[in-house]
């Protein structure tokens, strides 16, 4: 009798959670309150938190490919979990390695026209918002050049390593450079470190989400602006791929980038509960687009442990 009344409760129970677990997967996320208002806002390098780097570690060494990728620097993964605002926690692997990031670094000009267009050296227009939102959304080579030869490479460079933003540091292994077009002609402007000419590493771009998640890039109206062009991303490749499958109704702020055996992306997830984080990528391997995909539901266990 004990063991069938115990019986009845465990399915009870489940039933409850599984009831409860879909309501929150049922509910668009209100994304209207980011960019977050917290008013002391720490570096993001002073937020590494020891049990998520070592929780980070152990899944991703589990995995025998991503483990000698790993050792051999050619692939990074970073992840901040937002789920408290008010405590976010970071971890990282090969945070500082860059590597050759194809269209991930189109969020550079991104944040270089918002800089130009907030101090009044881009003139606002159409074409202009047009052109951003096509180089985010899909990731149009054509208007992300146009935005270049718009800003010049001394512009994006200068605001990739304002102290305000700090995205690019040698001291730090470098991190996002935009220095070539994203056309077949035109000069080039390489960074200083590994001479990319598209360039990221993990730690620089998870920073450059968490910035913009706490309206800490160029101003908080800009930081929303950005916000606004970033999400609902048009392809559904990577990290979204799985995404639209484990969180339908999670909202995506997202760039991504792919040139032959070099697959990035990064994303901040807004869902229900548990599911607000910050997932970055760099990977050096013709199945990077697949491990992109994997990575997703792994790191998740990371932050629901």
Same mark, same amino acid.
């Given at each position: 009798?004990?063991?069938?009344?115990?019986?009845?409760?465990?399915?009870?129970?489940?039933?409850?959670?599984?009831?409860?677990?879909?309501?929150?997967?049922?509910?668009?996320?209100?994304?209207?309150?980011?960019?977050?208002?917290?008013?002391?806002?720490?570096?993001?390098?002073?937020?590494?938190?020891?049990?998520?780097?070592?929780?980070?570690?152990?899944?991703?060494?589990?995995?025998?490919?991503?483990?000698?990728?790993?050792?051999?620097?050619?692939?990074?993964?970073?992840?901040?979990?937002?789920?408290?605002?008010?405590?976010?926690?970071?971890?990282?692997?090969? $945070?500082?390695?860059?590597?050759?990031?194809?269209?991930?670094?189109?969020?550079?000009?991104?944040?270089?026209?918002?800089?130009?267009?907030?101090?009044?050296?881009?003139?606002?227009?159409?074409?202009?918002?047009?052109?951003?939102?096509?180089?985010?959304?899909?990731?149009?080579?054509?208007?992300?050049?146009?935005?270049?030869?718009?800003?010049?490479?001394?512009?994006?460079?200068?605001?990739?390593?304002?102290?305000?933003?700090?995205?690019?540091?040698?001291?730090?292994?470098? $991190?996002?450079?935009?220095?070539?077009?994203?056309?077949?002609?035109?000069?080039?402007?390489?960074?200083?470190?590994?001479?990319?000419?598209?360039?990221?590493?993990?730690?620089?771009?998870?920073?450059?989400?968490?910035?913009?998640?706490? $309206?800490?890039?160029?101003?908080?109206?800009?930081?929303?602006?950005?916000?606004?062009?970033?999400?609902?991303?048009?392809?559904?490749?990577?990290?979204?791929?799985?995404?639209?499958?484990?969180?339908?109704?999670?909202?995506?702020?997202?760039?991504? $980038?792919?040139?032959?055996?070099?697959?990035?992306?990064?994303?901040?997830?807004?869902?229900?509960?548990?599911?607000?984080?910050?997932?970055?990528?760099?990977?050096?391997?013709?199945?990077?687009?697949?491990?992109?995909?994997?990575?997703?539901?792994?790191?998740?266990?990371?932050?629901?442990?």
């Amino acid at each position: 009798m004990n063991k069938l009344l115990i019986s009845i409760t465990l399915i009870v129970l489940f039933g409850i959670t599984a009831c409860s677990q879909e309501v929150q997967d049922s509910v668009t996320p209100d994304y209207s309150q980011l960019p977050l208002k917290i008013s002391d806002v720490k570096p993001l390098r002073s937020l590494i938190d020891a049990t998520m780097q070592d929780r980070l570690l152990e899944v991703l060494n589990k995995n025998k490919k991503w483990k000698r990728l790993i050792a051999n620097k050619r692939m990074a993964v970073g992840l901040v979990d937002l789920s408290d605002p008010e405590n976010p926690k970071y971890a990282r692997v090969n $945070g500082n390695v860059m590597m050759y990031a194809a269209s991930l670094p189109k969020i550079a000009v991104l944040l270089a026209a918002e800089d130009a267009l907030e101090k009044d050296e881009l003139i606002d227009s159409d074409s202009i918002q047009q052109d951003l939102r096509l180089m985010i959304s899909k990731s149009s080579n054509q208007a992300a050049t146009r935005m270049i030869d718009r800003l010049g490479y001394d512009k994006i460079e200068s605001v990739l390593k304002d102290p305000i933003y700090d995205l690019y540091d040698e001291d730090y292994g470098g $991190g996002l450079w935009v220095g070539k077009r994203y056309a077949k002609l035109g000069a080039r402007h390489p960074e200083p470190l590994k001479g990319l000419s598209h360039a990221a590493t993990v730690s620089q771009v998870c920073r450059y989400y968490y910035m913009l998640a706490y $309206g800490k890039l160029v101003s908080y109206d800009r930081s929303k602006i950005m916000l606004n062009m970033m999400v609902d991303p048009e392809l559904h490749h990577k990290f979204v791929n799985t995404l639209d499958q484990v969180a339908p109704r999670a909202k995506i702020f997202r760039k991504s $980038g792919t040139w032959k055996n070099f697959h990035t992306d990064s994303v901040l997830v807004w869902g229900p509960e548990w599911r607000r984080y910050i997932l970055v990528a760099l990977i050096d391997d013709p199945e990077g687009e697949k491990i992109c995909r994997d990575l997703v539901t792994e790191m998740e266990k990371v932050l629901n442990h």
